[in-house]
C-alpha cells in the first residue's frame, strides 16, 4: 500500500499538502466525521480513512468522472453516500495502480456497504431530508456497475443466458426512479439546476413522435418500423428516436451528458430485446456504444469497447445483409474487422495479384 501511494503521488503531488489543496477546517471536521458514521478506525496500513478519501475525491476525482458540476452534498448524517464517495476514490486509484490488492478489497467494501445501504434507505426513507443524499450516491454508484475490470468480449451478455449479465445497463435506470419518486421536492435539490442544464434547449428526449419521419431509413426498415409505428407496439422506435438525435452530435467529451441520458431513458421492453439477443435492439446498443467510444473516460472505455465487439463478434454471420452493412459503423469504431469485411479485402487482394500476373 505504502509503494503504491508513493508512486500515486509522484504522479500527483499535490495530493500531499492540505494547505495545497485548499482544505479550510471544516471540510477536515467533515472528513473525521465519515470515520465516525463509518464506525471504522484511524488508518491501519493497506487501506485508506476517511479524510483521505475525502480529499482525493474532492481534489481529483469531482474533475474526473465527467462534465458535470459534481458536487456531492457532504454534510449530515449519510454514511451510504459517504462508502460510495470512498468506493469510488479507491476504484480510480485502482485503475491507477491496478496491482494493489489492498485497494481492490478497500473498494469492495465500501461499494458492498454504499449499495446496502443506499437500498434499504431508498426502499424505506425517501424525502426532501435525504434526496440529495441518494441522488448523488446514485450518480456515484454509476461509475461502479458500468466499469470493466479489463477487455473481455466473450464476458459479454450477448454470449451469456444470464439476465444479470446486463446489469450494468439496467442499473442506469436508477435516476430516473429516484427523480419520479422526488417528484414533489426536485426543485428544493441542489442537483436541480444541473438536471435542468442537462435539457436546456434540446428536446430531442421528449421527441415520441410515431412513425418513421426523421429516422434513418435502413435502420427504421430493420427495426420494422412504417408510417404508422407508435412506441407502443414496437420497441425499438423510442430508442432509435434517441439515437437520431445523438448521431450528429459532436464526438467529443461535450456530447457526454447527452450520451449518458440514453440509457437512463431505457424502456423495460427494449432491455427484453436485448436479452432475447434480438439483431435489431443489438444494432441500436452498437451504434450509440461506437458514440461513446469516442469519450476519453476512465470509467468506461474498457466495457464500451468490450461490449462493442463482443455485439460485432455476435451478429458478423447474419445471413441479413442490412445487419452487416449497419454493424460496420460500430466495428470500425471499435476497431473490430467483420468477417464480410475480411473477407471482401481478401478478395480484392486476390484480384490485384492477377492483375499484376
Not at 139 to 146: A, D, V
Not at 280 to 295: Q, T, V, Y
Amino acid at each position: 500500500m505504502n509503494g503504491a501511494i508513493t508512486q500515486f503521488l509522484e504522479r500527483f503531488p499535490y495530493l500531499e499538502s492540505l494547505d495545497a489543496s485548499g482544505y479550510s477546517m471544516s471540510l477536515k471536521s467533515i472528513g473525521e466525521k465519515i470515520d465516525e458514521l463509518l464506525q471504522t478506525k484511524p488508518s491501519k496500513r493497506g487501506r485508506m480513512d476517511g479524510v483521505t478519501s475525502l480529499r482525493y475525491f474532492h481534489d481529483y476525482m469531482l474533475n474526473n468522472v465527467g462534465p458535470w458540476s459534481f458536487r456531492p452534498p457532504l454534510r449530515g448524517k449519510s454514511p451510504f453516500l459517504m462508502h460510495a464517495l470512498i468506493a469510488s476514490s479507491t476504484m480510480h486509484l485502482c485503475h491507477i495502480v491496478p496491482d494493489n490488492t489492498a485497494y481492490k478489497a478497500t473498494e469492495a467494501y465500501h461499494w458492498r456497504e454504499a449499495i446496502s445501504q443506499y437500498s434499504n434507505e431508498i426502499s424505506t426513507n425517501v424525502g426532501p431530508h435525504n434526496m440529495d443524499a441518494l441522488f448523488s450516491a446514485c450518480i456515484i454508484m454509476t461509475f461502479n456497475s458500468f466499469a470493466l475490470d479489463e477487455f473481455n468480449p466473450r464476458s459479454s451478455f450477448v454470449f451469456s443466458d444470464r439476465p444479470e449479465s446486463l446489469n450494468w445497463l439496467l442499473l442506469q435506470s436508477g435516476l430516473r426512479h429516484l427523480l419520479y419518486m422526488t417528484g414533489p421536492w426536485l426543485s428544493q435539490s441542489i442537483w436541480f439546476d444541473m438536471f435542468m442544464a442537462s435539457r436546456g434547449k434540446d428536446t430531442s428526449f421528449e421527441d415520441h413522435r410515431p412513425g418513421r419521419a426523421g429516422l434513418d431509413p435502413e435502420m427504421a426498415d430493420l427495426c420494422g418500423i412504417d408510417d404508422n409505428t407508435v412506441e407502443e407496439t414496437n420497441p425499438y422506435l423510442w430508442p432509435l428516436r434517441m439515437l437520431t438525435h445523438l448521431i450528429p452530435l459532436e464526438r467529443s467529451l461535450r456530447s457526454f451528458s447527452n450520451y449518458t441520458n440514453f440509457m437512463g431513458r431505457l424502456l423495460p421492453e427494449y432491455y427484453e430485446k436485448l436479452l432475447q439477443k434480438d439483431p435489431p435492439a443489438l444494432i441500436i446498443l452498437s451504434w450509440w456504444l461506437a458514440l461513446m467510444n469516442s469519450i476519453p473516460m476512465w470509467w468506461i472505455e474498457t466495457r464500451v469497447k468490450s461490449e462493442c465487439v463482443a455485439i460485432c463478434m455476435f451478429l458478423e454471420n447474419s445471413e441479413d445483409p442490412l445487419v452487416l452493412k449497419l454493424l460496420e459503423f460500430p466495428a470500425e469504431s471499435c476497431g473490430y474487422v467483420l468477417r464480410h469485411v475480411r473477407e471482401r479485402g481478401s478478395l480484392v487482394s486476390c484480384v490485384d495479384v492477377m492483375e499484376e500476373d
